[in-house]
């Protein structure tokens, strides 16, 4: 497993933009498949992004696909979360996970993500 810790969260206004970071401990940062999910007051845990080891493969949400953008940097063992034309329904606190990667298989489903960061707040007024 490896240790997230996300940070970048703030209060923006609708149509501005946030980027997210979610550091990781480890050396095997490059073997993980990592992802966005966000979770709202009320609401199940929803998959906004993942992206692949070597960078290959990404996958968006269609609530989110052309606003947001995954990306990492491996020899920082960092990835980011790009987040552009905000929108009140974004609102939501949103987590970093990791999977541990032995295939090409991006998963939406929260339960297969083996490592979660705390979580930071996103808040988009309108």
């Known amino acids: 497993q490896v240790q997230l810790v996300e940070s970048g969260g703030g209060l923006v206004q609708a149509g501005g933009s946030l980027r997210l970071s979610c550091a990781a401990s480890?050396?095997?940062?490059?073997?993980?498949?990592m992802a966005w999910f966000r979770q709202a007051p009320g609401e199940e845990r929803a998959f906004v992004a993942a992206i692949s080891p070597n960078t290959s493969s990404r996958e968006y949400a269609d609530s989110v696909k052309g606003r947001f953008t995954i990306s990492r940097d491996n020899a920082k063992n960092t990835v980011f979360l790009q987040m552009n034309s905000l929108k009140p329904e974004d609102t939501a606190v949103y987590y970093c996970?990791?999977?541990?990667?032995?295939?090409?298989?991006?998963?939406?489903?929260?339960?297969?993500?083996?490592?979660w960061g705390q979580g930071t707040q996103v808040t988009v007024s309108s």
């Open positions: 996970a990791a999977e541990r990667s032995y295939g090409s298989t991006l998963y939406r489903t929260p339960v297969l993500y083996d490592s």
């Open positions: 480890g050396r095997t940062f490059s073997r993980y498949t």
